[in-house]
């Protein structure tokens, strides 16, 4: 079957719009059910810049279910590179996250008084990245925090809100790893839909032939019809068609570019081996003026044989 490509920003925009498709796919990678989830807008960062141009990140509020049972208020943020970019931009939009306020609460303060009180959630990190950012590690990686006893040397069980708040979980997705298709697990399912083959084309070809347990998965079978949905939906297909097509120019415009700093490169160098030797010539022809000022010859001849000007021959000594 043809399906719109998830690897492209606006056919992975078109996905996550649904929200069920959303709580599906950010659970399985979490780990945890979501029992909520309120879509923020999106912002998608369309500059002059080749790396920010592949560069796509969605904010969500959630409110999810963890495996100890436990309902837990919080900030995911999914951050989508197609291409290796600075790290820098990554860490600048965690940076204004961290210096958001999520939610206001009505409360008392030490008077009785009516206050304001700011809500703070704890922060999650989804990075999809459409490249192999280390080849040591696998295609998903989870950073959790762990707290330690540092004087006893051990893992202390449980969570300080106050830590919780101040540093983030993260999840990295490296989905040109490639990866088994035997759908043993329900992450590994989901993610034969982003399959590292199609990465270049705004179209891909799903094979119908899936082992048995992808094609009983629930939430494959949606991440399909959603993505199918998407190739016969005239505005995300002019949407796609367009992508593919900036994203073709704005390579063909930075390769031109890249040629011609490469040329420059070697004209530069050839100028300076130019003027090397002309360097090395010059002190051929001084050496061979203070030869022959040495050996009696007047300056009027010198200047004939050598072309050195006047100026030139009271540098001599």
Same mark, same amino acid.
């Given at each position: 079957?043809?399906? *719109? ?130 080849? %040591? ?64 084309? %705004? ?21 399909? %019809? ?62 061979? *003026? ?12 010198? %200047? ?14």
């Amino acid at each position: 079957m043809l399906i *719109a490509n998830p690897i492209y920003d606006n056919a992975f925009k078109f996905l996550m719009e649904d929200i069920n498709i959303a709580k599906g796919i950010i659970g399985r990678i979490i780990g945890c059910e979501i029992l909520e989830l309120d879509f923020k807008p999106q912002e998608y960062t369309a500059t002059t810049s080749k790396q920010e141009m592949n560069f796509l990140r969605m904010d969500f509020h959630a409110l999810i279910l963890t495996k100890e049972n436990e309902k837990r208020k919080v900030l995911i943020e999914l951050q989508k590179s197609k291409k290796s970019m600075d790290l820098f931009r990554f860490r600048k939009y965690i940076g204004e996250q961290y210096q958001r306020i999520d939610n206001i609460l009505i409360g008392k303060n030490r008077k009785g008084e009516t206050v304001e009180i700011p809500e703070f959630y704890s922060i999650i990190v989804i990075y999809f990245l459409g490249y192999i950012e280390d080849e %040591r590690f696998p295609k998903v990686v989870k950073l959790k925090n762990h707290y330690y006893d540092v004087l006893e040397n051990k893992e202390i069980p449980g969570r300080i809100e106050f830590l919780e708040k101040l540093n983030h979980e993260s999840y990295m997705l490296q989905l040109a790893v490639p990866q088994s298709t035997n759908g043993k697990k329900p992450l590994e399912r989901m993610l034969t839909v982003f399959s590292e083959t199609g990465f270049h084309s %705004r179209v891909m070809e799903y094979p119908d032939d899936q082992p048995e347990e992808i094609q009983s998965d629930a939430l494959v079978q949606q991440l399909i %019809r959603r993505l199918y949905k998407a190739t016969q939906d005239e505005k995300v297909r002019k949407q796609l068609e367009f992508e593919e097509e900036m994203e073709r120019k704005v390579q063909d415009l930075f390769q031109t570019l890249e040629e011609n700093a490469k040329e420059l490169e070697e004209n530069r160098k050839a100028l300076d081996e130019k003027d090397k030797a002309l360097d090395e010539n010059r002190k051929v022809i001084f050496n061979l *003026a203070k030869m022959l000022r040495s050996a009696g010859v007047s300056e009027e001849e010198i %200047r004939k044989q050598t072309g050195l000007s006047m100026d030139e021959m009271s540098k001599i000594t």
